[in-house]
């Protein structure tokens, strides 16, 4: 697991989205999800199938088409102690055809804490534009397992 893959960090940051390829086998690679809306930073790990990045990607290009009140949700992983890891959730909606607004929500892997299994979770929400939807699109399409690159989907303040 990603060692930083853990928790929340505050303080003043970039707004972003960002998804990192990592471990992998011959089923699944593990993702590490990073979210910052400016004051908060979240990240965790969740696993996906090896070909999670071309459908996501696909599924992504077309989403981009619909600017009137689109909605598409990006999920890596499942929520619930269940399951081998975290979760990730990305809510897309076009609000309008040029404001594109995204909540976001993340599990961490479970653990054992007075006798019950919790996990951290964390919900966030960002705004991007659709110029920027296209990069963060072309750079996850290209993600290649094992080679440290990133997919960053850059946000734009909420207000303003």
Known sequence: MFPEAQGIILGTMDRYISITPGWSDDDV???ALEVSDGASRFVNAAYVDLDWFE???AALTIFGRQVHGGIYDLKAGERGPEYAEGAFEARFHYYKPTGLYISTFQQSGHLDFKER???????LYLRTEPGLLDAFVGSLASLRIGKGA?????CIPLYG
């Open 29 to 31: 690679v593990e993702l």
């Open 55 to 57: 459908r996501q990607a």
């Open 117 to 123: 299994l919790v996990a951290a979770e964390a919900t």
């Open 150 to 154: 990133a997919a960053t989907l850059t």
